[in-house]
């Protein structure tokens, strides 16, 4: 493996890149960073490059200036130029898998840039605002915005968690002292200045339609009916196609032993 870091406007990314052959990019969500894909990414190494890295603001990806409120289409931007740094081109387009908010960020990557992407394999995207009770959901992420100015971002999470259900937690190897750290930090700048934008964005579902880009939504087996996996088939159905069924949750991607398989199965199909 080796790490690299490319700069971006008001950033600096932080990457690293396994393995040779066409290039897969790996987008996180949440608190995240590259090291909660590394067992999935040294899994498909064998026949790919796997590119994993930690989002703007995040972890070893320091922002230019003061923490801001974040945007998808910034976030897509970054990825477009990660993908322009490791070699890809509209003659070799790249395969894309992102979870959660990382999943939203590939869509919009397809949806600005199809040129350079062949597939993206969006796993339970938060697109709330494709749900019939997407009221519901905006009503959630002004309570989130209230809380984190009133009382602060462990106030914050506590309702983001509360609105969003328990939900099911995903075995996998468990994280070095290092990546825990990092991800407790993460944690106000995700609830602060990610949930809001991610929250709100609706996909642009006519450019995903007729764009050049194989767009294949996901979903986890053991998380029916949690809001992130009803807006995956909701996004398959706004796209005349079906979900394809990954084992494990939201966080499925932790398994890497079950969870790599059906990935490489998935995109070897496109």
């Given at each position: 493996m080796k790490t690299e870091t490319l700069t971006v406007p008001g950033a600096t990314v932080y990457y690293e890149v396994r393995g040779s052959g066409p290039v897969l990019l790996l987008i996180c969500?949440?608190?995240?960073?590259?090291?909660?894909?590394?067992g999935l990414a040294d899994g498909l190494a064998d026949s790919r490059t796997v590119v994993t890295y930690d989002r703007r603001g995040n972890s070893r990806s320091p922002l230019d200036g003061p923490p801001a409120m974040q945007s998808v289409e910034e976030h897509a931007d970054d990825a477009y130029r990660l993908l322009a740094a490791v070699g890809v081109t509209e003659h070799e387009p790249a395969e894309v898998?992102?979870?959660s908010s990382g999943a939203t960020i590939a869509l919009e990557l397809a949806a600005r840039h199809p040129e350079l992407v062949r597939t993206v394999v969006a796993h339970e995207p938060p697109v709330f605002e494709l749900l019939p009770d997407f009221?519901?959901?905006?009503t959630l992420t002004r309570r989130v915005e209230e809380t984190y100015r009133q009382a602060g971002w462990g106030a914050a999470m506590g309702v983001l968690g509360e609105g969003m259900g328990e939900g099911h937690h995903d075995a996998g190897e468990p994280?070095?002292?290092?990546?825990?750290?990092?991800?407790q930090k993460n944690m106000?700048?995700?609830?602060?200045?990610?949930?809001p934008p991610v929250g709100a964005y609706l996909p642009d579902l006519e450019a995903l339609r007729s764009g050049a880009t194989r767009v294949v939504p996901a979903v986890g087996a053991a998380s029916t009916g949690e809001p992130p996996n009803r807006a995956g088939l909701e996004l398959a159905t706004r796209l005349d196609t079906t979900a394809e069924v990954f084992p494990g949750?939201?966080?499925?991607?932790?398994?890497?032993?079950n969870f790599g398989p059906k990935l490489r199965e998935v995109l070897d199909r496109g």
């Amino acid at each position: 493996m080796k790490t690299e870091t490319l700069t971006v406007p008001g950033a600096t990314v932080y990457y690293e890149v396994r393995g040779s052959g066409p290039v897969l990019l790996l987008i996180c969500g949440g608190v995240y960073d590259a090291e909660g894909f590394a067992g999935l990414a040294d899994g498909l190494a064998d026949s790919r490059t796997v590119v994993t890295y930690d989002r703007r603001g995040n972890s070893r990806s320091p922002l230019d200036g003061p923490p801001a409120m974040q945007s998808v289409e910034e976030h897509a931007d970054d990825a477009y130029r990660l993908l322009a740094a490791v070699g890809v081109t509209e003659h070799e387009p790249a395969e894309v898998f992102g979870n959660s908010s990382g999943a939203t960020i590939a869509l919009e990557l397809a949806a600005r840039h199809p040129e350079l992407v062949r597939t993206v394999v969006a796993h339970e995207p938060p697109v709330f605002e494709l749900l019939p009770d997407f009221d519901r959901f905006r009503t959630l992420t002004r309570r989130v915005e209230e809380t984190y100015r009133q009382a602060g971002w462990g106030a914050a999470m506590g309702v983001l968690g509360e609105g969003m259900g328990e939900g099911h937690h995903d075995a996998g190897e468990p994280p070095s002292p290092e990546f825990a750290a990092r991800m407790q930090k993460n944690m106000e700048f995700f609830v602060g200045y990610e949930v809001p934008p991610v929250g709100a964005y609706l996909p642009d579902l006519e450019a995903l339609r007729s764009g050049a880009t194989r767009v294949v939504p996901a979903v986890g087996a053991a998380s029916t009916g949690e809001p992130p996996n009803r807006a995956g088939l909701e996004l398959a159905t706004r796209l005349d196609t079906t979900a394809e069924v990954f084992p494990g949750g939201h966080g499925g991607f932790g398994d890497a032993a079950n969870f790599g398989p059906k990935l490489r199965e998935v995109l070897d199909r496109g």
